[in-house]
Structures are given as structure tokens and as C-alpha cells.
């Protein structure tokens, strides 16, 4: 039997609503049923584009529309907060971008209200939903690297300079880390865990005040990982995870990514996992939220809040170094 439809509403039209609203249009049992931009003429366009029954010149018209299951924010990150607070006080489910917040004590804050008004809420991390990541995961779970001992995950994306746009904008929540570095720490801490003995970090800010690159270096006592994160070079953004037995290669730029190459410990090529997207990527973490919301849960077992939470609070120990250097 098929599942009820999930009614989606996406606050905010810029790049990466195009591709939830794609997404959506892609997933059985979703229906793109309401956009809001701060304009109605830019809301009319996107609905338009992508097929959404109602549009709306503000936010608070798609959060008090009462026929909405969740609402996907998509606007800058330093906005989040305001914007998902919004969703909250009209009792809407909500999937947001990430970075979630800008601090961790907002998003704690979020958390919170999520939890007593009973309402499902999940950061929009759609690297934990991939097929790839999840096989990764499952595969060093069971063993087959054997201890992980270094994990290497650089991600550089080359960014045209504008320092009005929302990477190098501090007002819109700008700079690397934010943008480009929680995916480092997720992936790394999804692998390795939250307990590391140590935490290095240097980074260079700016002339907007927003970090333009930095370095990350966990220490597990057992295990080291490092991570160079930047707008100013285009990386090939692969992640190596090696452990005593082997070791895992994602394709470049490991975050969207849909394959992976598994070598033996002394380097042999052994097999490869590849599963392409059934759309753009973003679908599986719409089906996540979807599947969760038809279950009854208040928050996905992929992305749970209390990680969303430490991985923020990990971010500002990295915020704080970088501006104490
Ligand atoms: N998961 C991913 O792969 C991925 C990729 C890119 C970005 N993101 C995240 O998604 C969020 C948005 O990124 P984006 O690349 O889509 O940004 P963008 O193209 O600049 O779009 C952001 C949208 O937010 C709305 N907005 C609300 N207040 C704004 C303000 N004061 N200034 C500018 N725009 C404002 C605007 O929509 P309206 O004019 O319609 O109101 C704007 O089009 C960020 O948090 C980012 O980290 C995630």
C-alpha cells in the first residue's frame, strides 16, 4: 500500500531550492505543494517552474498555510534561525539547510523547540542519506579496513569573490567552515565518532570577516584526520579513509558523490561500490524526512539532532580557534 502524499512547502528560491524542488518532484508520495520567496513575483516564478499549487510573497504566508506536512527552509544560514522559528510557531514540520545555524546554541535552542511542540525537524545533511556514505558506513562498521588509523577529507570549491553573496557575506552567514567544512566534520566524525582527544585548527579570515580557508586536524590518539577546507582553490575533494586492513576512496568531491573504490592493505584495487542517483542526489533525504514523518518519529535515525547539535558545538571550537590565532 502506498504511503499518504507529504504536502512540501520550500521557503526561499535560490540554488539549492531548485534542486529540493526537483527532488521533490522526483519522490513518489511528495508533492511540491507551496513556495514562498519575499516577493510573489519571484515565488510565482519558481511554482511555475517547478509545478507548486501556491506561492507566497512572504514566509509567513507558506508557515500559517494549514495544508502543509514540512517545510524545507533553504534561505541563507544566518537566517535559519528566524526562519525555522517561524515554521515552529505555525506548528510546521521543518527540514533545513545546512550549516543549521550559525551557533550551536541556536541550534540547541531549535532543538528544543522542536522537542516540546512534538514537530519533526531535521538538518538538511543529504551526505548521511546518500547510498554511497551509507555503504561506507556500514562496511568500516563491519570491519572491512580494519582500525581506521587516518582519514583525509579536503574540500576546496573555487568561489568567484563578491563579497555581497552568501560566501563571503559574514551578515548572511558566509565563510568556509559554514558553508563548505561541515561536510569535513561530518563525514569525519561519522566514521570516527565525537571523542577525540584533540583539535587543531588555522584558518585565514578575510577582508568581509569570514574565514576564506582553513585546516582541520582531529586527534584520536589512535587515529589523526585532516581536512583543508577553502573557496580560494578547486580541490579534487576525494575522502580517504585508511584503516590496518585497507582502505576506502570516494570519487571527487566526496559529499554528493555516488561511488567508492575499496583497495586491500597493501593497495590491490578489490572492488568498487557505485550507485547512481535516482535523481540529483537530494531525494534520499527527502524520502528520509518523508519516511520518518510516515512513522511517527520527530527526527531521523540517519541525521538524529543530538549529532546535528555536537557537530555545531565541534564548529564553534573550530570558529574559536581560527579567530584566536
Ligand atoms: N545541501 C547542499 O548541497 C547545499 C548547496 C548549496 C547551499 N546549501 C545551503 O542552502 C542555503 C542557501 O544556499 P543557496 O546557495 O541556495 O543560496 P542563494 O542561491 O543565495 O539563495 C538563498 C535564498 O534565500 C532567500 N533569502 C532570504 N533572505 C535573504 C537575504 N537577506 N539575502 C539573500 N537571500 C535571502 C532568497 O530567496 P527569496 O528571494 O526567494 O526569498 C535567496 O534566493 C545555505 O544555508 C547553504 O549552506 C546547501
Not at 527552509?73 to 527540514?95: M, Q, R, W
Not at 563571503?168 to 566514521?191: E, P, R
Not at 587515529?223 to 575533494?237: K, P, Q
Not at 540517519?302 to 584566536?324: G, S, V, W
Request: hydrophobic share 40%.
Amino acid at each position: 500500500m502506498s504511503e499518504k502524499t507529504t504536502k512540501w512547502g520550500i521557503m526561499a528560491t535560490g540554488w539549492i531550492a531548485e534542486r529540493l524542488a526537483d527532488a521533490i518532484n522526483s519522490v513518489a508520495d511528495a508533492e511540491l505543494t507551496a513556495v514562498a520567496s519575499r516577493g510573489l513575483e519571484k515565488a510565482e516564478a519558481f511554482g511555475k517552474r517547478y509545478g507548486a499549487k501556491r506561492c507566497y510573497g512572504t514566509y509567513e504566508e507558506l508557515a500559517a498555510d494549514p495544508d502543509i506536512d514540512i517545510i524545507y527552509v533553504a534561505s541563507p544560514t544566518s537566517i535559519h534561525y528566524d526562519n525555522v522559528k517561524l515554521c515552529f510557531e505555525h506548528g510546521k514540520n521543518v527540514l533545513c539547510e545546512k550549516s543549521l545555524t550559525v551557533t550551536a546554541s541556536e541550534t540547541a535552542e531549535l532543538i528544543k523547540i522542536a522537542r516540546e511542540k512534538k514537530l519533526f525537524f531535521m538538518e538538511a545533511m543529504w551526505m548521511r542519506c546518500l547510498p554511497y556514505y551509507r555503504k561506507a558506513v556500514e562496511l568500516v562498521k563491519a570491519g572491512k579496513i580494519g582500525e581506521i588509523k587516518t582519514i583525509r577529507v579536503d574540500i576546496s570549491k573555487a568561489q568567484m569573490y563578491d563579497p555581497q553573496n552568501r560566501f563571503f557575506n559574514k551578515a548572511l552567514g558566509g565563510g568556509t567552515l559554514l558553508d563548505l567544512g561541515v561536510y569535513s566534520v561530518t563525514f569525519l566524525t561519522g566514521f570516527l565518532g565525537y571523542d577525540y582527544k584533540d583539535l587543531y585548527s588555522r584558518g585565514y579570515i578575510g577582508e568581509t570577516g569570514v574565514d576564506r580557508d582553513e585546516v582541520i586536524v582531529f586527534d584520536y590518539g589512535n587515529a589523526y584526520t585532516s581536512s583543508v577546507v577553502g573557496f580560494d582553490i578547486e580541490d579534487d575533494n576525494r575522502a580517504v579513509i585508511v584503516g590496518t586492513e585497507g582502505r576506502i576512496v570516494t570519487e571527487p568531491d566526496f559529499w554528493y558523490g555516488h561511488s567508492f573504490k575499496l583497495f586491500d592493505k597493501w593497495g590491490n584495487f578489490t572492488e568498487e561500490f557505485s550507485e547512481p542517483h535516482l535523481c540529483n542526489g537530494y531525494e534520499y533525504e527527502v524520502m528520509e524526512a518523508q519516511a520518518c514523518m510516515n512513522a511517527g518519529l520527530l527526527e531521523s535515525k540517519i541525521i538524529p539532532l543530538d549529532t546535528t547539535l555536537r557537530i555545531m558545538e565541534i564548529m564553534d571550537e573550530i570558529t574559536a580557534k581560527i579567530n584566536t590565532k
